[in-house]
């Protein structure tokens, strides 16, 4: 199965743990897309650091339109204000972190 | 390499600090130009404020103009008091004789329509069809649709899935602009892209949206703004007694 990795960057003035971020993109998801659309991303969270507010998630790479527009959709997390930038995307881990430096 | 614009970024001007936050925001999403919403009575010093901001974060300010008029006759009012003033005039349609005589009036850069309340939004076949010989845009805001949630969200997407197929078969350049009153309603253009897909833009459109469609549209003003500027095509390049009679 093709994936690809994205690398996000985190705005947000509170700390955000690994299962509030995943949650939050889950929630994002079934909004735009149900339940139907979420079961077809095959999302997860590769890395995360939460000190320079950077994570890699990976989803189908048939389902990248999908994650895309629903993290761009994000306004808050854990009911506080927050933003989630898309950084870059790659189909390899070694070429994103490469690009990235992470 | 593709160059960007913000043409509706709305910070409170009396706030230094929260502009120069979001203009550097811009700047670091990748944006090179950005319009920010100016009151009709700003000062010049104010608007020299602005630019040194822009200036220092390496953005170029364009200054805009929101204009709500009730009536038509209001709207041609504004029209000659503003067109001179500003680089770029968007007009907030509330109402369909407005909309009808913005769509047809050249001095018209943007068709805006209140996202709030969805039945006053009148962009239709014959609102595109004015619009599109009178070279206005479209222009379509994306914090609503950061914001609201659940079904008003739902026909919020709907109607502009219908504008924007409307505004395709016509001709009508769409704009988008973020609309963004604070930093964490900002996004960079790849991700505007991605959300206007879900009104079914096509990544080449909406990439035009952000970029060639806003710049040409502040180009063309900054024209006609210019002391230079005679009529569509004529500009005076030389002043003086040295031009060859004829």
Not at chain 2, 175 to 187: C, F, K, P
Request: charged share 25%; hydrophobic share 40%; aromatic share 6%.
């Amino acid at each position: 199965m093709r994936r690809r990795y994205l690398a996000v960057k985190l705005v947000s003035e509170q700390p955000i743990s690994r299962e509030d971020l995943m949650d939050t993109i889950w929630d994002a998801i079934i909004q735009l897309f149900g339940e139907y659309g979420a079961s077809q991303t095959d999302l997860s969270l590769i890395q995360y650091q939460p000190e320079k507010n950077c994570a890699i998630v990976r989803c189908s790479h048939k389902a990248l339109e999908v994650v895309k527009a629903s993290i761009a959709s994000i306004t808050e997390i854990s009911g506080k204000p927050a933003a989630i930038h898309i950084q870059m995307i790659s189909g390899t881990l070694k070429a994103l972190l490469e690009k990235c430096q992470l | 390499m593709r160059r960007y614009a913000d043409l509706r970024l709305c910070p409170s001007i009396e706030d230094p600090d929260q502009v120069e936050r979001m203009v550097s925001k811009s700047s670091e999403l990748g944006y090179h130009m950005v319009a920010i919403s100016i009151p009709p009575n700003i000062t010049q010093t104010k608007i020299r404020q602005l630019q040194k901001i822009c200036g220092s974060a390496d953005v170029d300010l364009v200054t805009r103009i929101d204009l709500a008029p009730q009536t038509s006759k209001e709207l041609l009012h504004l029209l000659r008091r503003f067109r001179r003033r500003f680089e770029v005039i968007s007009m907030i349609c509330d109402s369909k004789p407005v909309a009808r005589q913005a769509a047809k009036d050249r001095r018209v850069d943007l068709l805006t329509f209140p996202a709030a309340n969805l039945q006053k939004r009148f962009f239709d076949n014959a609102e595109a069809e004015l619009a599109s010989n009178a070279l206005s845009s479209l222009e379509i805001e994306m914090a609503p649709l950061l914001l609201l949630k659940g079904l008003p969200r739902i026909r919020l997407l709907s109607i502009l899935r219908r504008e924007a197929a409307i505004a395709k078969r016509f001709d009508v350049p769409i704009v988008i602009s973020s609309g963004a009153t604070d930093e964490y309603l900002m996004r960079s253009p790849h991700d505007y892209v991605a959300l206007a897909s879900l009104f079914d833009m096509g990544t080449s459109v909406a990439l035009r949206a952000f970029s060639e469609i806003p710049f040409s549209i502040v180009r063309r003003n900054r024209e006609k703004l210019s002391p230079n500027y005679v009529a569509p095509g004529i500009r005076v390049v030389k002043e003086g007694n040295c031009c060859p009679r004829v």
